[in-house]
């Protein structure tokens, strides 16, 4: 049962637009969510997280949004950059004290065409 | 501040063997978490452990087991090598005190043959 879903495979974005990757859960227990960057041969990044308190959360280019009611996030990137280019994968976790473990989507493969 | 480091990056093991992987967390992080990455199912966990005691495990079979020593280095083995268990080994470490981000080592390329 996979309780976090990232529907697109792969995108692809001019350089200088916007990307926007989208990810579903369905656990509604989940109330704490990220995303990672992951380039090949290495480990992911971690780009931004979001609890379930607040429904938008920036940082530089970076923007998740968060839509309880819809078991829905999305991460916005403004302007895509060629170094954007790699696989994202967004993640959610039950928050409370003594659960480390995220259940990660299947990833995204973003690239950005200069 | 180091990162969180990972040893050995490529290892071949024929099936049946067994194989200890090892994690060195963020200076100062007491859990440790592992995951399993291939490329049907994405990222998967594993078990976490904190201050030596495995806190948290995924759905894997008892052939997955790990330890965490008292300087919150971390070893995880697999016993009896399939060839499925091919994938990328991925730890990530954080303070373990409230669950949120962890930062992930680079990987060990684990091949079964």
């Known amino acids: 049962d996979q309780q976090v879903k990232q529907n697109s495979p792969s995108l692809s974005v001019q350089e200088g637009r916007i990307s926007i990757l989208n990810c579903d859960y369905t656990?509604?227990?989940?109330?704490?969510f990220l995303w990672y960057k992951k380039y090949p041969a290495e480990g992911p990044t971690f780009l931004i997280s979001?609890?379930?308190?607040?429904d938008k959360n920036e940082d530089g280019r970076f923007t998740v949004f968060l839509n309880k009611s819809a078991k829905h996030l999305s991460l916005h990137i403004v302007p895509s950059q060629p170094g954007d280019s790699a696989v994202y994968f967004c993640?959610?976790?039950?928050?409370?004290?003594?659960?480390?473990?995220?259940?990660f989507g299947t990833g995204t493969r973003l690239t950005i065409i200069p | 501040k180091a990162g969180v480091t990972q040893t050995p990056r490529y290892l071949i093991k024929t099936r049946g063997q067994q194989v200890t992987l090892s994690c060195s967390p963020i200076s100062g992080h007491r859990s440790v978490s592992w995951y399993q990455q291939t490329p049907g199912q994405g990222l998967q966990f594993l078990f976490e452990y904190f201050s030596e005691t495995q806190r948290n495990k995924g759905n894997f079979p008892g052939r997955f087991s790990g330890r965490q020593f008292s300087n919150s280095r971390s070893e995880m083995n697999v016993s009896t090598l399939e060839l499925g268990d091919s994938a990328l080994y991925l730890c990530a470490s954080s303070t373990g005190l409230a669950g949120g981000e962890q930062y992930f080592g680079p990987g060990t390329r684990l091949t079964v043959t």
């Open positions: 656990n509604s227990m989940f109330d704490y």
């Open positions: 979001i609890s379930s308190i607040k």
């Open positions: 993640a959610a976790s039950v928050s409370n004290f003594g659960n480390e473990k995220l259940t």
